[in-house]
């Protein structure tokens, strides 16, 4: 079964740190880069992080520096290291494949950020 589940949201003050897990179908997560992306309320989806199958990683500007994306082959999970958090990291974050599968997307979790 082609799935992918995220977990790891809540709500946290402006500054500090979560850490959202990914758990991905083998036949999705073994021959595909990965990536976070993120929904923010009344704006696009975007793409924040991502993850090649041998661990290059990328980044949108406004996450570099403050979150690491990682990704385990032996448990088929991929992971998104959030620090520094800020208000304008609330959004609902998603992982799919780089490039997004429509068919796979997930519920999500949300991250809240007060501040």
Avoid at 18 to 41: D, E, H, K, T, V
């Amino acid at each position: 079964q082609v799935q992918l589940v995220e977990s790891g949201g809540g709500l946290v003050q402006a500054g500090g740190s979560l850490r959202l897990s990914c758990a991905a179908s083998r036949i999705i997560f073994s021959f595909n880069p990965m990536g976070w992306y993120r929904q923010a309320p009344r704006k696009q989806r975007e793409l924040v992080a991502t993850i090649t199958t041998g661990g290059t990683t990328t980044y949108a500007d406004s996450v570099k520096g403050r979150f690491t994306i990682s990704r385990d082959n032996a448990k088929n999970m991929v992971y998104l290291q959030m620090n520094s958090l800020k208000p304008e990291d609330t959004a609902v974050y998603y992982c799919n494949t780089v490039p997004e599968r429509t068919s796979y997307w997930g519920q999500g979790t949300q991250v809240t950020v007060s501040s």
